[in-house]
């Protein structure tokens, strides 16, 4: 599993979809608005205003998503949360896009406006989910199989945190955690000992996070332990 080729993988499917959109709406306009016949390359390649959008509208909107945060956590995305960003990134990007390239241009009626809008929207929405949706579902296959994992640590070793590791344990798909081992919080609660190391106690949480390349971490602390949640906050603030 290599994150940055999963990263790279999102980032050229969204550049793709900005450029494909763009060019299908450049095609829209041409024949639908002009009543032309559909341009060749040829034409397409010499227009100014096409290939100065094919420049920047594409890394345009690779800017958004990256603000929206859509290449961050790539391991924990599902087809919800792209649904939902997506839309709302292309409302957005649309109509920045519409307000600063589109409004200009010389045309007939407020309906060819609208019609734009509308065929860019719809355009860039389906590409962008189609591409997104290819990565996201692999990915999340290979989670479930085990294929993928994230290195996990447990706060917590008393009986709480072994019936939370045997629940996760028990799922019928597998959620991805690689339990490398657990924070002891009061120095005597080693139930969990069994199923996995213990690998230090409360102030040694980011050492322990840092060695261990930890990528989740898992709080199961008692009632006994509340007292001690502020301090195992304060430890975990400031990574990852």
């Known amino acids: 599993m290599n994150k940055r ?31 032309s016949q559909v341009p060749q ?14 420049a920047i509208i594409p890394f345009f909107w690779l800017l958004l998503h990256g603000l929206a945060g859509m290449f961050s956590r790539p391991l924990k995305r599902h087809r919800i949360l792209e ?7 292309t409302a957005l990007g649309v109509l920045v896009l519409f307000f600063g390239l589109l409004l200009d241009d010389n045309i007939q009626s407020y309906r060819q406006y609208y019609a734009s809008l509308s065929a860019l929207t719809a355009c860039h929405w389906t590409l962008t ?14 989670i479930h199989s085990g294929q993928w ?16 590791y045997e629940e996760i344990r028990g799922l019928r798909k597998d959620a991805g955690y690689r339990f490398v081992g657990f924070i002891q919080v009061n120095g005597v609660d080693i139930a969990l000992s069994e199923h996995m190391p213990a ?7 980011q050492k322990v996070i840092e060695e261990h390349a930890i990528e989740e971490v ?5 009632g006994d332990d509340r007292n001690n949640l502020e301090s195992i906050l304060n430890a975990l603030e400031g990574t990852p």
């Open 199 to 205: 690998l230090g106690k409360v102030p040694q949480i």
């Open 218 to 222: 898992i709080i199961a602390i008692g």
């Open 41 to 54: 390359w040829s034409e397409a390649l010499s227009d100014r205003q096409y290939l100065l959008g094919l």
């Open 83 to 89: 649904v939902g960003q997506v839309t709302w990134t």
């Open 149 to 164: 994992s994230f290195p996990t640590l447990v706060i917590g070793g008393n009986e709480r945190a072994v019936r939370m």
């Open 5 to 35: 080729l999963l990263i790279a993988a999102y980032v050229v499917s969204d550049w793709l979809s900005g450029a494909l959109s763009w060019t299908v709406l450049y095609v829209f306009r041409k024949v639908i608005f002009e009543e």
């Open 129 to 142: 989910l189609l591409g997104r949706f290819a990565i996201t579902t692999r990915t999340v296959k290979k």
